[in-house]
């Protein structure tokens, strides 16, 4: 049984970032066989409803977000990209074609880096400082990212998370924001949330997870972060989470499982997160943890960098 921290007194303070990763549901990583990059123009599209779907959401509860977006989607829905800015949110690069970022060559991470800003400061009108990697593909196979992000003039990055992973992570990465100090500079690191059990990190950031396991492990998890350890956590979900009658594409069980199961529990999961917990874009959370330093990786403070 998860227990119950007591209800909201000193984490009530406490601001968490709440984030989405825009894509429409036949480019996440695991249909990459069933649904090729050549073949997306042909599937039915949904994530301008389901975008603008967390939009009402969020005005509703007077939520600010960090939308991670797809240079794919911006590069054919500007309209969308824009209401997303002009509504107040933080717009951010998911990159341009939902390439796993140890699958590519650097050449190729660089070009599509470069390519999704473009586009997506163009749509938006705002200049764009944070970038999440698709399906959080920074592992240690793929650090060299980080120098090319850096190059590109980004001033912080979300694209690491800290757990063990079929496809991503880094276990042994600090479990907070903290500043990544490269020969060509350093960026601010903003990790998906976990909770430490014992020898393990344990995810509580969103996605999968939130749908998947109860929602009180969520709830447990983002009090004890924020009452416990006095940290904000890193929340993150994707449209197509919001849309149980989505088209489903074959696939096998355990992409079934991940992809569709629970996605009518979403929203209302959500909206009671959102009554719960106070949230804000991924900026504006980290520069109120600028003064707090990572202890066992850097005693830089995070920098003030936007």
């Not at 050549?38 to 599937?43: A, I, K, L, S, T």
């Not at 779907?53 to 939520?63: D, M, N, Q, T, Y």
């Not at 470069?114 to 593909?137: L, M, Q, T």
């Not at 929340?235 to 197509?240: G, R, T």
Request: a positive charge; proline letters at 8%; glycine letters at 6%.
């Amino acid at each position: 049984m998860i227990p119950e921290t007591p209800g909201p007194t000193s984490e009530a303070a406490i601001v968490n970032a709440m984030t989405i990763d825009v894509e429409d549901y036949f480019q996440v990583s695991a249909f990459e066989g069933i649904a090729p990059r050549p073949r997306w123009d042909q599937f039915e599209s949904r994530v301008c409803a389901n975008t603008e779907r967390f939009l009402s959401i969020f005005a509703e509860l007077e939520v600010k977000a960090t939308f991670f977006v797809l240079g794919w989607i911006a590069e054919r829905h500007r309209d969308l990209v824009r209401r997303i800015a002009d509504s107040g949110h933080e717009i951010a690069s998911h990159g341009y074609a939902h390439r796993l970022v140890y699958d590519i060559t650097k050449t190729a991470f660089r070009d599509d880096t470069r390519r999704a800003k473009a586009i997506i400061e163009d749509a938006s009108g705002r200049a764009v400082f944070g970038y999440r990697a698709p399906s959080y593909s920074i592992t240690p196979r793929s650090l060299w990212a980080l120098d090319i992000l850096i190059e590109e003039g980004f001033r912080y990055d979300a694209s690491i998370f800290p757990i063990h992973h079929d496809r991503y992570g880094i276990p042994l990465s600090p479990r907070h924001p903290y500043v990544v100090e490269r020969s060509g500079g350093s960026l601010i690191e903003a990790p998906a949330s976990t909770i430490r059990v014992g020898p393990l990190n344990l995810p509580i950031g969103g996605g999968g997870y939130f749908r998947l396991l109860p929602y009180a492990w969520t709830r447990w998890g983002l009090k004890h972060i924020n009452g416990i350890e006095k940290r904000s956590c890193i929340f993150y979900l994707h449209p197509w989470e919001i849309d149980p009658e989505q088209p489903r594409l074959r696939c096998g069980w355990l992409s079934r499982l991940r992809h569709y199961r629970n996605l009518h529990r979403t929203e209302p999961r959500l909206r009671r997160l959102l009554r719960e917990f106070a949230f804000a874009p991924m900026s504006q959370v980290l520069r109120a943890s600028a003064e707090v330093p990572c202890a066992g990786l850097t005693t830089t403070p995070l920098p003030y960098l936007w």
